[in-house]
C-alpha cells in the first residue's frame, strides 16, 4: 500500500494556488480588510441618507405645505413684477435672471424653515440626537429634499416665467441645466444648515433671512451674473459656474462637518 507522507513540504504544489474565495475581501488572518470596511461604511452612511430623504419626501407628499407655498409666492414675485414692468425683450434678458433668482431665495425660506419645523414635533429631533446614525447623513438628506422641492418649483416656473417675460436665450441654453441645479444647491445647503442653526431662537423664522442672504451674496452674485450671461449671449457664463462650482464645495464641505456639533449643541 502506498503511504501517505507526513512531510508538508511533500504536499502538492497546486494547493498554494488554490484562492480563498473571501481573499480580496479579508486578510490572511480573516480579518476584514481595510477596503471592504470602507465600503460596507459607506453604503451604510448612504442608507442612512437615503433614509431621511424618503422620509422628507414621504412628509412633503402628504401635508404639501412646503411646495405649496414656494410655489405661490413666486408666482405671486413673477407676475407682479410683469406688471409693473413692460420692458423689451431685450431688457427683460437682462432682468429675468435676477428677478427669477430673487424669487426662488424668498420662496425657498418657507420649505427651509418648515422642514426642521417638522423635526421638533414629537421630540423627533431629539431622537435624531440619540441615533447611532451620523449627524452629516441627516443633514445631506434634508438638504437633497430640499433641493428637490426647489427643483420642481422651477420646473413649474419656467414655462410661465418665458411666457410673461417673453424669453428665449440667445447664449447656449443647454447650459441653463447647469447653472440651476448648482444655484439651487447653493441656496438650499446653506439654507438648510442655518435652519437648523436657528432652531433653538426666538425669532427663527426672521434668523433665516438675516443670516442666509448676506452669506449667499457670492453665490447669487454667480447665478444671476451666469442667468443673465446665457439670456443675453453677451459674455461666457464659464467664470460664474467655477465661481458656482467653488462655492458649492466650500460650503458643503463646512456644513457636513459642523452639522453635528450644530444638532449637539444645547
Known amino acids: 500500500m502506498n503511504k501517505v507522507s507526513s512531510d508538508p513540504s511533500a504536499r502538492p504544489e ?4 488554490v484562492s480563498h474565495p473571501f481573499r480580496k475581501e479579508r486578510g490572511m ?3 476584514p480588510s481595510h477596503a471592504a470596511t470602507e465600503m460596507r461604511g459607506l453604503r451604510s452612511y448612504f442608507g442612512h441618507v437615503l433614509c431621511h430623504l424618503q422620509k ?6 402628504r401635508s404639501r405645505d412646503s411646495v405649496v407655498g414656494m410655489l405661490f409666492f413666486a408666482l405671486l414675485v413673477v407676475i ?5 414692468f413692460d420692458p423689451t425683450a ?9 428677478i427669477l433668482w430673487v424669487a426662488l431665495l424668498f420662496a425657498s425660506f418657507t420649505a427651509l424653515n418648515q422642514s426642521w419645523t417638522r423635526e421638533q414635533r414629537n421630540r423627533v429631533l431629539d431622537a435624531q440626537r440619540m441615533a447611532p446614525a451620523p449627524a452629516s447623513a441627516m443633514f445631506l438628506g434634508k438638504a437633497l429634499a430640499n433641493l428637490l422641492f426647489v427643483v420642481a418649483i422651477e420646473v413649474l416656473l419656467a414655462p410661465l416665467f418665458i411666457v410673461f417675460y417673453n424669453l428665449h436665450a440667445l447664449g447656449q441654453g443647454w447650459m441653463l441645466a447647469v447653472v440651476m441645479p448648482l444655484g439651487t444647491w447653493a441656496l438650499v445647503c446653506n439654507g438648510t444648515f442655518f435652519a437648523a442653526l436657528g432652531l433653538r431662537t426666538r425669532n427663527r423664522e426672521l434668523m433665516l433671512p438675516l443670516i442666509l442672504v448676506p452669506i449667499s ?6 447665478m444671476m451674473q451666469a442667468t443673465t450671461a446665457i439670456l443675453t449671449g453677451e459674455s461666457d ?6 465661481l458656482l462650482v467653488a462655492y458649492n464645495i466650500a460650503f458643503t464641505t463646512v456644513c457636513l462637518l459642523l452639522f453635528e456639533t450644530v444638532l449637539s449643541a444645547e
Not at 422628507?56 to 407628499?61: A, T, Y
Request: without cysteine; charged residues 20%; glycine residues 12%.
Open 80 to 84: 407682479i413684477f410683469s406688471l409693473a
Open 29 to 31: 488572518d480573516g480579518a
Open 217 to 222: 451674496l457670492p453665490a447669487l452674485l454667480g
Open 56 to 61: 422628507d419626501l414621504r412628509l412633503e407628499w
Open 237 to 242: 457664463p464659464g467664470i460664474w459656474i467655477r
Open 14 to 17: 497546486t494547493s498554494e494556488a
Open 90 to 98: 431685450a431688457v427683460s434678458r437682462q432682468i429675468a435672471g435676477g
